[in-house]
């Protein structure tokens, strides 16, 4: 039994090795932000010497730079300012459209790829690493790389940039299935192999009956991330909105700048609150049934 | 989804026309769902499928051009093999490009969670100090998030010129927007309990704050730092694209001169890469999940 100068000294203990802790924590952290700060060139000289620049862009990208109403703000010439929504709102639906299609191709990817990896489904560990493997390639492979390829590929345009939203896509959401598979009540696939189902009837009638709901709640934050992403495919010249943004940054059109800016962001927003309304919706009907 | 109880479906076996009967009256949108909500399902998929059809249609998809592309994808595969870049010199080239990546990956997120933190407490419905205060912060953090990561880079080269420096502040900026969020529903997910107490103790809002409500969700805002932190890696691959440094400009480059096997080499460096992280953090990780529970 402990007496009370027992207990004091292994609090005292517990305590110093909990400072141990702290300080290798901490001289670690220290020790590599220095490194990243070193091989990432840091300036702060440089930064606090132009941070005028940023606010400066900012400035300049509300500000017209021709036309009528020349050197006032975008906003007391709206009509000025977004010229280019005739040109501008079908490149902003064709980038919704890759956004679709790309999510859709890739979860149907995800759907036909996602039970293999999983260990309650798959006893085979060389298929279930094989498939494991393959999806992480497709995820960790960035989609812009992708697009860079297929746009050689296939050639320039929007199919190149479907194409690299969908792979990517397809890797993520496997995962994503894959845990959601791992997790359900294996209860209705025992209940299946007893009566003697082949592996393609009891997933069809055990498995995704248990999983549908999370699958479609998982597709539409993915459909969130990839309108961002169909965003900026047109950098590398694989369709939708992007093609427009790059030249008028890279043009300086600074007040186009501005309204491409200004209408990404719109769509971004109700994007996401739309699809937060419908997942809450999904998954306030799961709780009631 | 919750499924019947044994000795329930037992029963329902068991049942006679009469217990039928009754369970109709009782249920009657069990047995008679209304055409609409019957046909809903069919409709989504068809309207889905169609417009997957016209997009198809809109995007020129052709099975001519996908087989073309899969045969030129197949060629280029060919070529990759086997994958370096042509000399130890520009082998050790591309390392260094690669922990240039690491690092604006690493100090990026560790500026954004640094500036997310205190104003995730602003966005949080718990521990705000005015309504006002907290809609302007969600909005803010909602127009950052809107903005792609490329762009803000793009925005950043404008600051600092072109280089790592740029990513860095690319990746701080468009991390801060999206970790805010994130730390701000941890808050909001916080156990009432604690705080409670300290304030029945007679503890100041912000003492409340400190020991109520920040020992639940450091664990939390840690994981998911880690967690970015690893997912950055790779889209700081990327930003070399525009300009910013890393190894982005580098495979840009090589895919721009059909370098395929300085293209495999780079991209097999960033799956080890990423590999590599991914293990350190998941230890990391479940280090300060077993931390937490131990301190609770």
């Known amino acids: 039994m402990g007496s009370q100068a027992d207990h004091a000294r292994h609090w005292r203990e517990v305590q110093r090795r909990k400072r141990g802790h702290t300080l290798i924590f901490c001289a670690g952290l220290a020790a590599a932000t220095l490194w990243s700060a070193w091989m990432s060139d840091v300036n702060l000289s440089k930064l606090f010497g132009n941070i005028g620049n940023f606010f400066g862009y900012f400035d300049r990208i509300l500000t017209l730079d021709s036309g009528p109403a020349m050197g006032r703000r975008v906003w007391t010439a709206p009509g000025e300012w977004l010229w280019g929504l005739d040109k501008w709102l079908p490149l902003l639906a064709d980038t919704l459209l890759m956004a679709y299609l790309g999510t859709l191709l890739g979860a149907l990817g995800a759907l036909a790829l996602c039970f293999a990896p999983a260990r309650n489904l798959t006893p085979n560990p060389w298929a279930r690493v094989a498939a494991r493997r393959f999806l992480e390639f497709c995820r960790t492979v960035p989609e812009i790389v992708f697009a860079l390829i297929f746009v050689v590929a296939f050639g320039l345009g929007p199919m190149a940039g479907v194409l690299a939203i969908a792979v990517h896509t397809a890797g993520a959401l496997g995962k994503q299935f894959s845990e959601v598979v791992e997790n359900i009540d294996m209860k209705p696939v025992e209940g299946l192999m007893a009566s003697g189902a082949a592996r393609w009837p009891t997933i069809r009638f055990a498995v995704i009956p248990q999983i549908l709901s999370n699958v479609v709640s998982y597709c539409l934050m993915r459909f969130e991330i990839n309108v961002r992403g169909a965003s900026v495919m047109g950098f590398v010249g694989a369709g939708g909105i992007g093609q427009d943004l790059i030249e008028a940054i890279r043009k300086f059109y600074y007040a186009d700048v501005s309204a491409l800016l200004l209408l990404i962001v719109l769509c971004v927003c109700v994007i996401d609150f739309l699809s937060e309304k419908l997942r809450h919706a999904l998954l306030g009907r799961e709780a009631h049934a | 989804m919750t499924i019947p109880s044994a000795p329930g479906a037992m029963r329902l076996t068991h049942a006679d026309a009469a217990s039928i009967a009754r369970m109709r009256a009782r249920h009657p949108e069990a047995f008679h769902a209304p055409p609409l909500r019957r046909a809903a399902p069919y409709l989504i998929v068809a309207l889905a499928t169609a417009l997957a059809v016209f997009a198809l249609w809109r995007f020129e998809f052709s099975p001519v051009r996908l087989a073309t592309g899969l045969a030129r994808l197949g060629d280029m595969a060919v070529l990759m093999v086997p994958p370096w870049p042509g000399g130890l010199a520009q082998a050790w080239t591309v390392v260094k490009v690669l922990g240039e990546t690491v690092a604006i990956a690493f100090l990026g997120t560790l500026l954004a969670t640094a500036f997310a933190f205190p104003v995730a407490f602003l966005a949080a419905r718990n521990t705000t100090f005015s309504g006002v205060a907290r809609f302007l912060t969600r909005r803010g953090l909602d127009g950052v998030r809107g903005v792609d990561m490329l762009i803000w880079a ?32 941890a808050i909001e997910a916080a156990d009432r309990k604690p705080v409670e107490g300290v304030a ?20 939390v805002i840690a994981g998911q730092a880690l967690y970015f932190f690893e997912s950055n890696t790779r889209s700081s691959a990327i930003i070399g694209i525009v300009g910013a440094g890393g190894i982005g400009l580098y495979l840009s480059e090589q895919i721009r001169m059909f370098e395929w096997q300085g293209v495999a080499f780079a991209i097999i460096l960033i799956l080890i890469a990423v590999a590599i992280i991914d293990r350190i953090s998941g230890v990391l990780r479940a280090a300060i999940i077993n931390g937490g529970v131990q301190k609770l």
């Open chain 2, 154 to 185: 793009l925005l950043w080269i404008n600051v600092v010129g072109l280089g790592p420096f740029a990513g860095v502040l690319a990746v701080m900026t468009s991390d801060f927007g999206a970790l805010g969020k994130l730390f701000s529903e």
């Open chain 2, 200 to 219: 029945s103790t007679g503890g100041s809002h912000w003492r409340q704050v400190r020991f109520g409500v920040l020992p639940q969700v450091l664990p």
